[in-house]
């Protein structure tokens, strides 16, 4: 053998003391609830509190709300701890209940909406982070994880939808929306 190369597996950074334990209380009136695209998005841990390896937020999706179609460059998943959402994913349509969890690639085209009658509540995880800051800058802060944002009148929807797209490759986000608007 004429070099020898170390096979053994990298040891395990040393623990970082400045890092503190998050804990994170869904009803939380201190935590950010965000309104946006008729949903609301509550900042249970943001990038700040995980070094930047993920963001979780807790979604609370009333009945016909979901976000339009749209792609980014980052892992996201989805795990649904009450309804059903219908899922659409590079154009195939399905139908997550409550206890499962799905995937969505980074950069796959993908939304999802609530066709059903009752409010949906998703736990999404976003890794790395970053996604929590596009909704903190386009959404609307409300009081509870489940109050809804303000109704938007036909000027405002164009000027959020104008807004959205904007800020949208700041986020490394595509909204893939078709001509006129969102569905």
């Not at 796959?108 to 509540?121: D, L, Y």
């Not at 164009?158 to 929306?177: D, G, M």
Request: with cysteine; glycine share 8%; hydrophobic share 35%.
């Amino acid at each position: 053998m004429t070099d020898s190369q170390d096979t053994s597996p990298p040891a395990v950074p040393a623990d970082d003391p400045q890092r503190k334990l998050a804990v994170a209380r869904p009803e939380d009136a201190s935590l950010a609830h965000i309104g946006l695209v008729g949903d609301t998005y509550t900042i249970l841990l943001s990038g700040e509190d995980t070094a930047g390896r993920y963001t979780l937020i807790d979604m609370h999706v009333p009945p016909g709300g979901g976000p339009p179609p749209h792609r980014h460059d980052f892992e996201e998943m989805f795990t649904v701890l009450e309804g059903e959402v219908e899922l659409t994913f590079r154009g195939e349509h399905m139908v997550a209940r409550a206890g499962e969890t799905v995937n969505v690639p980074a950069n796959a085209p993908h939304a999802f909406t609530n066709a059903s009658g009752q409010p949906v509540r998703l736990l999404c995880m976003c890794s790395p982070s970053g996604q929590e800051e596009f909704f903190l800058e386009v959404g609307v802060p409300v009081a509870t994880r489940t109050e809804p944002p303000p109704r938007l009148d036909g000027a405002e929807q164009a000027a959020f939808i104008a807004k959205s797209q904007a800020l949208a490759p700041k986020y490394r986000t595509e909204l893939l929306l078709p001509p006129g608007g969102p569905r």
